[in-house]
């Protein structure tokens, strides 16, 4: 049966840990799709560090865009993390708000349509102060209307505080 589950909450505050502790809960052989481009020397430990914590149970994808290129029925899924996959479609179509919009929409639900139990990470970026950049600022609209969009058609979401999970829906 299709599950879909966004755990969301602000940087550094255990998304990822959670995350991958409950694909371990439901499957002993979880999928981990990584939608990140290595953009600095900086960003590459993070993904050595994101890797080294994972073992051989998991099938590692790495895909910056096309999600519904796999086809992953029965399996659970956890896709990390939404607002690097947004950042794909945003440059990549020059900062277009309704375009990458548009494209994520369209992705997560050809994605999503399949029998899987899908588990997605994103970050809560809007939550502080309004930017005083305009590519920012265009960038943290269409992280909040994405987020909200994967909210509304998951079946839980759960909210990371300090690494403590709360469940808001």
Same mark, same amino acid.
């Given at each position: ?5 966004? %755990?969301?909450?602000?940087? &550094?505050? #255990? !998304? ?9 809960? *439901? =499957? ?19 993904? %050595?560090?994101?890797?080294? &914590?994972? #073992? !051989? ?9 096309? *999600? =519904? ?7 659970v899924v956890l896709v990390d993390c939404v ?12 900062? #277009? ?73």
């Amino acid at each position: 049966m299709k599950q879909i589950i966004l %755990i969301t909450g602000g940087s &550094r505050s #255990g !998304k990822s840990g959670y995350a991958e502790k409950l694909a371990l809960s *439901l =499957s002993a052989t979880p999928v981990y799709v990584a939608t990140s481009r290595i953009r600095d020397e900086e960003f590459r430990r993070r993904v %050595i560090h994101h890797q080294a &914590r994972r #073992g !051989k149970e998991w099938t590692n994808i790495e895909e910056e865009k096309e *999600l =519904s290129r796999y086809r992953l029925k029965g399996r659970v899924v956890l896709v990390d993390c939404v607002t690097l996959w947004s950042a794909n479609f945003f440059f990549d179509l020059n900062s #277009g708000v309704d375009e990458s919009l548009e494209a994520i929409k369209t992705e997560f639900d050809k994605f999503t349509a399949q029998d899987a139990t899908f588990i997605f990470v994103t970050n809560e970026i809007g939550m502080g102060g309004v930017s005083g950049n305009e590519t920012q600022r265009k960038f943290t609209d269409l992280q909040g209307w994405v987020n909200q969009y994967i909210a509304q058609q998951a079946d839980q979401v759960v909210f990371m505080v300090s690494g403590i999970p709360m469940r808001m829906k």
